[in-house]
């Protein structure tokens, strides 16, 4: 396997140095504004603060690069009709023209290039990937949206995966995830290494910690929204790539003078060919699997692997006031592999497999009444599965188990401008959401089937105020909702403040309340082959309680002279939680109560901008707790509870090349251990205090480089290689223990080992 990556890798770095071409010659034909502006970034080291697609249909001529950073602002509001304001910390905001002849700011950007170039916080105290302006991150040479969303203080994945996201001690199942308004229950590829959102329809991403404004319900840890490009496109775009896990093709094709569609497809390269990356992936999700683990008589064969994903985004403006857009998602994983085995001296073989899709799709209308009314409705069905086969060659039986969500929701949003500095939002939000779990055994025969449904009605209002020097944000409602089936009546208030002061400082204070009524359990390890084991359930309002949370945080930051130092305190209260739903697998492993955790913890970062380069140290401290009355110890670290974590990373950004190098460190999450030397009693594991114990310190190192390049007049192109693991080290993220006759096994799950991959696209 080492000599095969080392070639591979050999094989990448001379295609690498092979595709490297001289410098474009300078032109006076118009270009597009946004790399104008690109350009201009990095000859001032300034930072432009604008949103992509009020700017995206501006060309003009590049100016002289003889002219002064005044000169050239200049030049720039006389050529577009902006106004481009420079403030002291070197961000230069784009000011359009809007309806009522107002200076109207095009984006809401309190820190710009938070981590990276394209990452940026927001006033509402939520955080931006702009993909569109996006740098590079460790790892990374395909933009990963939900590995990206990892690079965040406070927010780490505990077994390095996209369908495993912990955001402040909490559990995935606890992160509200949208695709352009949709919420999805599925997030990964490859049962979670890799996000199932294609980045190539991917335009912008907003990550929420805390704060989140009232039209949104569920996500008690945390929100995820992503979104598609908002313009209508009026000259057709496309891209085709491959890199050693799939083969993607982009098109962005104006359908009209009114309208244009967009289409990213996705699919993996395991009928083709099988890489390295293929492989350390699959022998990843396989560990202590029934894929890779079976009984000494039974040989697994025939292992084969697929995935696939379509996005489509149709936007049609129906008049100068009116639009209408359309959204389809749909996702597929597939794992099939054979049972083998020798029974009265005859060869029998059965197919076992594991199944997992989400398909969704919505439609919007919005509509500008006049220069104060805005309204917005918006229906979504969203559907996942989940389904193993498990045939059992010896006992000659079949175990089908499948869980299923059917989700719709309908939302009506009316947004009322009062004046320059105040603006109102109502609405009104109904989720009808219905979740069904069925165990059918052939053999003796047993089924279950137990389906539920949650009927949601949500009234929320907002008030956002901005201040005339835009120094000052207040975002404050309130949203109540109603859960029908339970006779259940909840307040939630949501507050979101920012205040800079003395030209570089910040000040933010956020808080909210928030539920949810479906989370991810599990019931057996075994449970679909052990691999995706956890399956959406529905509250009942008695022994499976509403999920509902309390959060606050206190942030401080200052932005001057490329430096960005920012530390958060927040404490975040989570009750309803139920053991089923933490994942134990200790002395708690099959014990079904409900209790609640809270959580302590500081954010801290420091980021660098100098020139070409640009570096960042993130620091997070958490002290993280359950409490579970009905237990023998009620309270007890959570599983989830890893102290302290901390990242470093560096970029190199030229016009042409883009390189990145970064650490990631924690100290281990927590591990509940037997007795030392009094292991077993009664033929029982005879477990330590819980959680007292820690897995070994994880570190891991990676790297990535992107090279652009033309491909003759009207095209260009993109080669990209990542190392993940550089080091390659042996990291645990998991330890169990198992009782094995008279002594105690102790299984032991491990990170990926270093993993290349490489990227090429064509953009036409």
Known sequence: MAKQIKQYILILLLSFIFSLETNAQETDKKLPLYEVLNTLEAQFNIQFNYAEDAIFETEIIAPSKTLSLEQTLKYLEVQTGFKFSLTSDNMVLIISTGVDSKLQELSEVMLSGYIVKGVNKLSNGSFEIDISDFDILPGLVDTDVLQAVQAFPGIQSINETVSNINIRGGTHDQNLILWDDIKMYQSGHFFGLISMFNPQITERVALTKNGSGTEYTDGVSGTIAME???????????????????????????????????????????????TPTYNNFFERISQDTEVENNTMDIINSDKEFDFYDASLRWIYKMSATEELRINFINVANELVFNENTMINQNEDSRESSLTQNSIAGAVQYSKIWNRKWRTNFEVYETDYKLKSVNSNILDAQ????????????????????????????????????????????????????????????????????????????????????????????????????????????????????????????????????????????????????????????????????????????YYKKVKGITTQSQGFQNQYEFVRTSGFYDVRGVDFIVRKQMNNFNSWFSYSYMNSNYHFNALPETSFPSNFDVTHALTFGTNYTSKRLKMSAGLNWNSGRPKTSPVLGNEIIDNEINFDTTNSDQLQAYLRVDISALYNFKLGKTKFANLGVSIWNLLDKNNVINNFYRFNGDSVDEIKQQSLGITPNVVFRVNF
Do not use: C
């Not at 309208?259 to 497809?265: E, G, I, N």
């Not at 009927?455 to 020097?469: A, E, N, P, W």
């Open 228 to 274: 598609t490009d908002k313009n209508i496109s009026t000259s057709f775009k496309g891209s085709l790539g491959i890199n050693f896990i799939d083969a993607n093709g982009f098109a962005d094709i104006p359908t009209g003078k009114k309208s244009s569609l967009q289409v990213a497809l996705r699919k993996s390269m395991s009928n083709f060919t099988e």
């Open 398 to 569: 079949r175990f089908l188990q499948e869980n299923k969500v059917s989700e719709t929701s309908v939302k009506l949003k009316a947004d009322y401008t009062v004046n320059d500095k105040l603006q109102l939002l109502n609405g009104y939000h109904f989720v009808e959401t219905e979740i069904t779990n069925l165990d059918d055994v052939d053999n003796p025969l047993f089924r279950s089937l137990i389906s539920e449904v949650v009927r949601t009605h949500g009234v929320f209002s907002q008030l956002s105020y901005r201040s005339k020097d835009r120094n000052t944000n207040l975002n404050s409602g309130l949203r109540y909702n109603y859960i029908g089936k339970f006779d259940k009546h909840l307040l939630e208030p949501r507050l979101s403040f920012s205040h800079k002061f003395l030209d570089h400082f910040s000040v933010e204070v956020l808080g909210e309340f928030k539920h949810q009524t479906s989370s991810q359990i599990i019931n057996f390890q075994n449970d679909f082959l052990g691999i995706e084991k956890r399956r959406w359930q529905l509250s009942n309002d008695e022994d499976i309680p509403v999920i509902s949370s309390r959060q606050a945080s206190l942030g401080l930051s200052y932005n001057k002279s490329g430096w960005l130092i920012s530390a958060d305190v």
